[in-house]
């Protein structure tokens, strides 16, 4: 599958953002591309009824635009059990063109890993290292490791010690010693008189019965096996368990899918494995390397309703935005590629959306129809802000007509339910749709709410600016204006503190005056003439 790519809004989402996340998000789908709606805040009550009107989930929230190794293309973890041979490890390596190999207990938990160097080495070591680790190898793994087969299980000890016959054979200790040999039957017997432990036998060679006696007698073990001495010797220390060379899992860095990728990079630099496991409650689910790293691009995203730094997800940087669809004003982003910017004089970045369903001939479903359509409402004030144009007009009223929806009584049923300050906490209502903006070298910061009536301002207007004041003392913005417009577009009531206020009362008393409802085209660019 390929790494999804987010379609977000903006922080402190309103319904134009969270709408235009899921259209856009459906559209990219039906073009077969792996997009998710998701959001950078919580979803605003208007929203929230909507979604629930609808019968739409909310998108997913999202809070960093790192990627973590969950979100990357990674490898199998190879895997033996603890009591496996070496030579198993080594097949299950060859057979899968890895070099590195995990292992796992019974109960499927990681114990360690074993790389190609390490059992590589193993055959070039120094005699006294393989001769401690062939001491502790059970006999069943001789018997897996030459593909033989055991003709007496004996109970003598090894000492680790590989030997061949010679003539100096009684000359010798071979105490606890690993006999190969071939059919000379009288090696086996001067094998056992001098205290071997184990002979193993070349090409299927069965001794004779006495001989067989003997061994039981002594307690040493026979295992005959397919293979010629030569091909013994080679093999005969791949019966090591992969547990004995093992590095241990506490010994080597792990990782976990939720790390981010810049961490797990970090780690990677202070070793120089070649693999690192990915672990889950103590249970493989994979195995990283640097180039699973370097080949993973960026969490991509789609930026639907904003197109400035500050109003998009915190770290952007360390994300990779590939389209813009919005209807303000051109900000400040940086981008490494060309990408798709679509920016319009609209009402609403839902009325450029369904402009791109007509463009790429995609019928919207139903349920996209009506988020469409609700946050045309909702962004242009049932089509009354000086913000909407005829071609938000034009739409609505199209869509309306296909799929059978009633615009009048959607913004009257919405505005009813929504579009109202009784009974919130004034934090709600000063967070409900904030924006801020550096105008001049000012900071200001403009909040607005939609409602019915005006009575209810005059209301909690002291206490209001109050709440306004106290929390500016951690904000330090030069003006924080609180907006309370009209939900059908007639007119807005204004409360403001900061230090620019006296300055700009006048100017302010005249935007309450001349009805001023936009934000975005009559508030800002009017508070912006006045501080030049
Ligand atoms: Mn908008």
Redesign the pocket.
């Known amino acids: 599958m390929q790494q999804p790519i987010y379609v977000i809004g903006h922080k402190n989402p ?1 319904t ?2 969270i709408c ?1 996340a899921i259209a856009l998000a459906k559209l990219k789908q039906a073009q077969g591309i792996n997009a998710i709606p998701a959001r950078i805040g919580h979803l605003n009550p208007e929203t929230e009824y909507i979604l629930n009107k609808v019968g739409v989930t909310p998108p997913i929230h999202i809070s960093t635009a790192k990627s973590t190794l969950s979100e990357i293309e990674i490898d199998e973890a190879y895997t033996v059990g603890t009591h496996d041979t070496l030579r198993t490890g080594w097949d299950v390596l060859i057979e899968n063109n890895a070099k590195t190999l995990y292992i796992i207990d019974e109960n499927d938990e990681y114990k360690g890993l074993v790389t190609l160097g390490d059992i590589s080495k193993i055959q070039m070591q120094d005699l006294n290292i393989t001769r401690e680790l062939l001491k502790e190898t059970p006999i069943e793994n001789f018997q897996k490791a030459l593909k033989g087969k055991i003709l007496l299980e004996g109970n003598k000890p090894l000492n680790g010690e590989v030997r061949i016959a010679d003539k100096k054979l009684m000359d010798r200790d071979l105490k606890g010693a690993i006999m190969v040999l071939n059919d000379h039957e009288d090696s086996m017997i001067k094998s056992m008189a001098k205290g071997c432990a184990m002979i193993l036998i070349a090409e299927n060679f069965v001794p004779n019965d006495y001989i067989i006696e003997m061994a039981r007698q002594m307690g040493v073990t026979l295992i005959n096996t397919p293979y010629n001495i030569m091909k013994i010797i080679q093999m005969v220390y791949r019966a090591i368990p992969v547990s004995l060379i093992m590095t241990p899992a506490k010994n080597m860095i792990q990782f976990n899918k939720n790390e981010y990728l810049e961490d797990v990079e970090r780690e990677m630099l202070k070793t120089r494995h070649s693999s690192y496991p990915v672990v889950q409650q103590g249970k493989l689910i994979g195995s990283v390397a640097r180039y699973h790293l370097l080949k993973s691009s960026r969490k991509q995203f789609i930026l639907v ?1 904003h197109n400035e730094k500050k109003q998009t997800i915190n770290d952007i940087e360390h994300g990779e935005i590939i389209e813009i669809v919005d ?2 004003r051109i900000g400040d982003i940086e981008t490494d590629r060309p990408i798709v910017f679509r920016n319009m004089i609209v009402g ?2 839902n009325t450029i959306i369904a402009m791109m369903y007509d463009e790429y001939r995609i019928k919207m479903s139903e349920k996209v129809a009506k988020l469409v359509t609700y946050a045309m409402i909702s ?1 242009t004030m049932n089509f009354n802000s000086p913000t909407c144009t005829p071609i938000d007009r034009m739409l609505a009223k199209r869509i309306a007509e296909e799929y059978d929806l009633d615009l009048d009584a959607m913004a009257k049923d919405l505005f009813e339910n929504t579009a109202t300050i009784k009974g919130k906490e004034f934090e709600s209502i000063l967070n409900n749709d904030t924006k801020e903006y550096i105008l001049n070298g000012y900071h200001v910061c403009v909040s607005q709410v939609f409602i019915f009536d005006f009575s209810v301002v005059d209301e909690i207007k002291d206490d209001f600016i109050e709440f306004m004041k106290e929390q500016n003392k951690s904000r330090h913005m030069d003006l924080f204006l609180m907006v309370f417009t009209n939900v059908e577009g007639k007119g807005s009531r204004f409360l403001y503190t900061g230090k620019l206020s006296g300055l700009l009362a006048p100017a302010i008393d005249e935007f309450e005056r001349q009805g001023f409802v936009s934000r975005k085209k009559q508030i800002v660019p009017g508070l912006s003439k006045e501080l030049i």
């Open positions: 309103d134009d953002s235009g309703d209807h303000h609403s970045s962004d």
